[in-house]
């Protein structure tokens, strides 16, 4: 079993700067790659970042040089700096990690933090 928990969403007026945090425990050997994804209200879910564990780093161009992704591998723990918010950056944002266990590896999501961005 492998548990994340996030924190950090919230309401923020446009301009503004969030922080998310996801803290991921349980029975796994390794963390491949951690990221963030979101979905907006009858959107699909779309990747906002990931990181992998040698550091590199991709971003949906939407966000890019607005979002910063970061990781604790001492803490199992990834965070997304959101800076210059904007209204259509609004959605629920879900971490998500892909994690060595056992023999195989498997992907586990959070359950959502709410980012509301208004004009």
């Known amino acids: 079993q492998v548990q994340l928990v996030e924190s950090g969403g919230g309401l923020v007026q446009a301009g503004g700067s969030l922080r998310l945090s996801c803290a991921a425990s349980?029975?796994?050997?390794?963390?491949?790659?951690m990221g963030w994804y979101r979905q907006a209200p009858e959107k699909q879910r779309d990747l906002v970042a990931t990181?992998?564990?040698?550091?590199?780093?991709n971003y949906a161009e939407s966000v890019k040089g607005r979002f910063t992704i970061s990781r604790d591998n001492a803490k199992k723990a990834v965070y997304l700096q959101m800076n210059s918010l904007k209204p259509e950056d609004t959605a629920v944002y879900y971490c998500?990690?892909?994690?060595?266990?056992?023999?195989?590896?498997?992907?586990?999501w959070g359950q959502g933090t709410l980012v509301t961005v208004s004009s």
């Open positions: 990181i992998i564990s040698g550091g590199s780093t």
């Open positions: 998500h990690v892909r994690v060595l266990s056992g023999l195989r590896y498997l992907e586990v």
């Open positions: 349980g029975n796994f050997f390794s963390i491949n790659s």
